[in-house]
């Protein structure tokens, strides 16, 4: 049974192409779920390969039972209207720690997805207006933490966010 490893390793992440690990994801939504994650990359469970998954409502064609978005080699793009946004982050593999980071507020993810209703992978582009989590967790496939990126704010739960 994989799980979380700290400190995470320092890798780019490999693509994957049209063969992810289908079982590495169900094993990420059990760590994510035991974690009370909003989602988790292949990377933080020591495992360098471009697959991820995210806690995700809409697209209901490519949301698990738990409600992930299961992705891989995915990557995000700006749109002309985005802005930057300040946001707090935490991360599963930097425990007890916030960041302030900026994101885009409206960006296209591009990549393979899981479609729960067919059980197949699509190539596809969705158009989310929110800062987050996508941006997170392609980082993680790009080496990118929110320590690199972002500014130190607290240990959880000293500070409120609003
Ligand atoms: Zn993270």
């Not at 360098?48 to 738990?66: E, G, M, N, T």
């Not at 985005?82 to 994101?103: A, D, W």
Request: glycine residues 6%; hydrophobic residues 40%.
């Amino acid at each position: 049974m994989r799980a979380i490893k700290l400190p995470i390793q320092r890798v780019k992440s490999a693509y994957v192409g049209v063969n992810p690990n289908i079982s590495l994801f169900t094993e990420m939504e059990e760590m994510c779920e035991a974690h009370g994650g909003l989602g988790l990359a292949a990377i933080q469970v020591d495992c360098p390969v471009r697959q991820a998954i995210i806690k995700y409502s809409c697209h209901f064609d490519y949301v698990s039972p738990l409600g992930y978005i299961w992705m891989c080699d995915t990557s995000y793009y700006p749109r002309e209207i985005s802005q930057l946004t300040q946001i707090v982050e935490s991360c599963l593999s930097l425990p007890g720690k916030r960041y302030l980071v900026h994101r885009f507020d409206s960006y296209v993810v591009r990549g393979n997805f899981f479609n729960f209703r067919t059980q197949t992978l699509v190539d596809k582009s969705f158009i989310v207006n929110k800062p987050t989590p996508f941006q997170h967790e392609i980082d993680h496939f790009n080496n990118v933490l929110i320590s690199d990126i972002g500014i130190f704010i607290s240990a959880k739960g000293v500070t409120h966010e609003h």
